[in-house]
């Protein structure tokens, strides 16, 4: 226990970014508990607003079977599973392919759900989730700029900039992110403008210690592109998954208050009456 930010005065927005193979409503689905928690740990007010990512899978991008929505008996339907990109292994270095397309998503729900005051991620979710708080910081448009001449990417032309403030113009940047079994592509010279320099929009990195879908240094590397790690990474005892245990979602809830409020005070909750589930897991899916 300790010192809490004051409670919120305004309605806040969060923007849930859903992983690899899933769905908007398929992660709320997941994540009910959470989404209940922090309703009742906001009371003037919280909305997650859950959004489905633009790519359908196949079959064939799916190395394990999926279930389908299919009603009909149609075998010929495709599952309902969605990427924010998919990973093209042609050489080195290796592709996000759609990524722009994903990006490009997501600026339209900046757009016309904004405004928001951070974003949830999972899995590759945790991913975009960097990459999107990254975008919409100034002066990022000319991080882009200097690392096409070592083979970077350009900047995404759905985030257009002011070129006087060097911020986007449609959404200013956030106030925090959060990254469940998130990473980075730092290795990668395609994707080196979202990193360097360091991303510093606040993140809270969850990490499971018995995670084989994204392995430690992989979610270590996302941790290391941010400007302040310190105190921002929690470790849970489990896997692929969101951990909804109250220790955690207290976690959660503490490091919003903070970046969403300035001033301290003496006031004190005690996390431990709160009621959850040992875990609510979002399967073990791959992470691309």
Sequence with gaps: MGSLIPLPSY??????????????PLFRAK???????????????ITLHYVTAPIRLSPADIPFATPTNNTNGDAEEEP?????????DNGVPYEYEGLDKGLA???????????FDGVIGFSQGGAMAAMLASLL??????????????????????????????ETMIHPPLKFAVSYSGFAPVDNLLYKAFYEPKIKTPILHFLGTLDTVVDEPRSLALVNACATTEGRVVYHPGGHF???????????????????YEED????????????PSDLRTEDVPAW
């Design 137 to 166: 910081e100034p002066g990022r448009r000319e991080a882009f700029e200097a690392a096409q001449k070592d083979g970077g990417i350009q900047f995404p032309e759905s985030f257009p900039v002011d070129l006087a403030s060097g």
């Design 31 to 45: 994540t009910k508990v959470l989404e209940s928690r922090l309703k009742k740990s906001f009371p003037a007010g």
């Design 242 to 260: 969101v951990n909804c245990q109250k220790i955690y979602v207290g976690a959660l809830i503490g490091f919003m208050r903070e970046m969403l």
């Design 265 to 276: 005070t003496t006031e004190e909750e005690n996390y431990e009456d709160l009621d959850f």
């Design 80 to 88: 309902d599973t969605w990427a924010w990109w998919r990973r093209k």
């Design 105 to 115: 998503h997501l600026a339209d729900v900046l757009r016309t759900r904004g405004p």
């Design 11 to 24: 309605h806040v927005n969060v923007l849930m970014i859903h992983g690899y193979t899933q769905s908007g």
